[in-house]
């Protein structure tokens, strides 16, 4: 059974920075594709980033060149470093896996899903 628990979101000022973690239990994160997505109230969830097995990156238009996605296979944990964060950032962000190393085209082909943790920016 896979298990994703995340945390590390909170409240900060527009041009902080928060550091996401997802604690990944059940499977090697070195066989997935693992990744980042955000929803905010009365929006669509949304790709942030996302992280192929074979270590290839790719990212939303909006956050390119502020988030940076990564993991530690030794402690099995994926990351979200997020810096200049914006208000339009502000959401409830998750953590999902699914057991292929290619990653899916859209959220829904993601069979895996933690429960998510808030973050919010104020401007």
């Known amino acids: 059974q896979v298990h994703l628990v995340e945390s590390g979101g909170g409240s900060v000022q527009a041009g902080g920075s928060l550091r996401l973690s997802c604690a990944v239990s059940g499977h090697f994160l070195s066989q997935y594709c693992m990744g980042w997505f955000r929803q905010a109230p009365g929006k669509e969830r949304e790709k942030v980033a996302l992280?192929?097995?074979?270590?290839?990156?790719e990212y939303a238009e909006s956050v390119q060149g502020r988030f940076t996605i990564s993991k530690d296979s030794a402690k099995n944990t994926l990351y979200l470093q997020m810096n200049s964060l914006k208000p339009e950032d502000s959401a409830n962000y998750y953590c999902?896996?699914?057991?292929?190393?290619?990653?899916?085209?859209?959220?829904?082909?993601?069979?895996?899903w933690g429960r998510g943790t808030q973050v919010t920016v104020s401007s």
């Open positions: 999902a896996a699914e057991p292929n190393r290619n990653c899916p085209p859209t959220h829904r082909g993601f069979d895996y």
């Open positions: 992280i192929s097995g074979f270590e290839r990156t």
